[in-house]
């Protein structure tokens, strides 16, 4: 990287494109909070009662819980008990969504959470770690006429976690048990219009299933989807960057491949960067528009995995290669023990993933934390991955400490130094502190709304307009890591100034020493002709 | 023709009677014999409304159902937050319900109106999460009317609709009289005193679903409290209420505390303009002041359901009552259980 666009960039014109960045940011984070809705919806809710009136039922009977067709309900279960009704023959149905709704192919992705109202009751209390088993199907149909098609089918189980916060006594009976949200089915594309969710929670004391669990009043389900209009803004913001970035990519490699050198490791990390932001860009979702691909939420987990971990790889090498110390590295396995922990870290997030949203491609209600030997594991691996981070973090901190130092201890010969050989150091020094900057201002921004998204309550109100904090998060900060990208490829792609010109006037008062730093730096920093032929032009 | 003509100038009747007692229409819960209210027909023929509630009946056919279970459950809790009290929320089977006890301006009466506003807010919201009605939430959206409004940006709270329909539906006495009268000042606060403490309480639940389930991602909503937890708030604003007297400040009429070394009530405090009477004596005046002869009492107790208080001094019976009673039971979740007789002696006290 013989003098990069940064260095040979006059003030003005750095400021100029920061400015044109910075516009384009605040773009971003108004398309998400004034254009997009929140991210995503929940809805809720309560299962109603049906009852099964059939002595032996077939398969196919779906219970539809309005509408026409309904089934038998009942209010409540002391009406159930007035009329001789077992806890077998009452099955809870929820129709997702709402009457007079439809489900859309925009939602992205649905997924519902299970909650249980259960009473205290002195002689009917949840016993330790109990064990709900639901035997719960999933159905779906395109028009209000048409028969229900079953999706999917299983029998879960689920552990209940609940506490009483009150005195277990008499006088208390009646209060509800708070318990813990249970995961109860994820669905990775929404092709249809209308799901039927049926929960049966069948008793079998010989087999000791579904004893014990207390007085259960209802059921209540959430579901969540991606709002249609953000996916839309999304959608368009995906398809915008997209060719942005490409655009730069091709240009920035067509510059280094026009040098004389082959490119180095620095370089083609920034290349790889440069394509793992266009993976995750490319708005391949606008197929799931048209297509039941119901892996596309695992992709798109693998997709961000990528990023993250080019990353976090490219920091680390650009660290290492602004080290300054006279050592060759310029290789990949040089790094191995700071990229290892990010390799071995995401491995484990993509086994764990696969784990539950792999699984959940088949069986749609699988969690990995429903049973004890996947919880444990799940934690292993997670926090094998936590691990890794604080590995990561502790070699990046260190890496960038022994930078500062060297950069000080460079500051004070620099004076000293001959003209190309300071001008090189400054180079060196200023691309780095520059990248310093604008890195820590992204991830500070990350961190800094990412608290404001998780505190908020998701908007905030501006006098008549509704500003969608969530949304502008997403939007904003996606736009901040593509301009990230985009800034890099652009401003540390080679330049083809030659600040050589000006050099050449008074490089005769350091001689032998730039020699020495053709040898020494080339490797690191690239093989740079304007020092070489001032070396030379020094010698002569 | 002529049956309604003649149920039609009872009602009339009744109206002309009763209008000081805006709770009239928890008489909904005593109606099991109209079944379900499906037509506006049946709105009219609904004892216990004003003509403007029959009205939003007639608009919104589809809630009455809901309203009437609210209705039941208002007296449901009401009668389980009193049960150790001398006044233990007895039903009639006349209208008003209550009988003549809330029709002054008491604390028990600020209670009554708490806890049927926050019922039938409740009770909305429930049906509308069970989709029983058809134009819950999303009406009250930015985008939210049309089916494209519910894709865009999904659909807002059930609660708001509850709350909404309840501040419509059982406000609506209270305006109709004018703001001037103190009682319609009262009831109006303690209504929305009652909807606050569903409100208020609303249980905020998230759920994380970002890249391997991180929070990158996360979606909350807010879960309403279970009733019996909603009933527990307002009888401890019951317990704490504030007696209070009309005040004008302005050209606007307040209600203010009448001891003015109190705090200002809070719009979630319970607001009463005369005191109670000690509910001890049956007094065939006053329909549904019963007293308390023969109410069980707890002879170790000191406070109000000890036998000393809730007898009002008259002294008690003892009994030795020999009770049956289930013991050694196997539950199911649902509607199943064995149990084995016990029989034991227990003391019963009664007042007398």
Partial sequence: MAGAIIENMSTKKLVIVGVILLLFQAFAFMVGGLIAPSPTAAVHYLATKCVDNVKHRQDSKWFMPWGPNQCDKIRSFDEAMAKHIEANNIVFAV?????????SPWFQFMLVILQFDIAFKMYN???????VTIDVGLAYRDDTMSEWTEMAHSFEQRKLSCNFTTDKTFDNEGRHYECDLLPFMEVGSVAHKYYLVNIRLPVNERKKVNVGIGEIKDIRLVGIHQNGGFTKVWFAMKTFLTPSIVIIMVWYWRRISMMSRPPVLLEKMILALGISMTFINIPVEWFSIGFNWTWMLLFGDIRQGVFYSMLLSFWIIFCGEHLMDHTERNRISVYWKQVGPI???SFCLFIFDMCERGVQLTNPFYSIWASEVGTELAMAFIIVAGICACLYFLFLCFMVFQVFRNISGKRSSLPAMSKARRLHYEGLIFRFKFLMLVTLTCAAMTVIFFIISQVNEGHWHWGEHTVQVNSAFFTGIYGMWNLYVFAIMFLYAPSHKRYGDEQTRDTGASSGEDIQLTTTI??????????KMTGKEAQE | MTREYVSRCALMLCFALLSANASNWLYLAKLSSVGSIRDEETCERLRGLIQRQVQIC????EVMDAVRRGAQLAIDECQYQFRNRRWNCSTLESMPVFGKVVTQGTRE?????????????????????????????????????SPEGFQWSGCSDNIAYGVAFSQSFVDVRERGKGQSSNRALMNLHNNEAGRKAILSHMRVECKCHGVSGSCEVKTCWKAMPPFRKVGNIIKEKFDGATEVEQRKVGSTKVLVPRNSQFKPHTDEDLVYLDPSPDFCDYDPRTPGMLGTVGRQCNRTSKAIDGCELMCCGRGFQTQEVEVVDRCSCKFHWCCYVKCKQCRKTVEMHTCR
Avoid: W
């Fill in chain 1, 95 to 103: 129709h997702i969504p709402m009457p007079y709704k439809e489900m």
């Fill in chain 1, 125 to 131: 209390q949840i016993e330790d770690g109990a064990l």
């Fill in chain 1, 343 to 345: 390799v071995f870290g």
């Fill in chain 1, 522 to 531: 080339t490797h690191v920093d690239g093989p740079t002709e304007i020092y």
């Fill in chain 2, 58 to 61: 007639k608009r919104s056919v």
């Fill in chain 2, 109 to 145: 009466a600020a209670f009554v109106y708490a806890i049927s506003a926050a019922s039938v807010a409740f009770a909305v919201t429930r049906a509308c999460s069970s989709g029983e009605l058809e134009k819950c939430g999303c009406d009250h959206n930015v985008h939210g009317v």
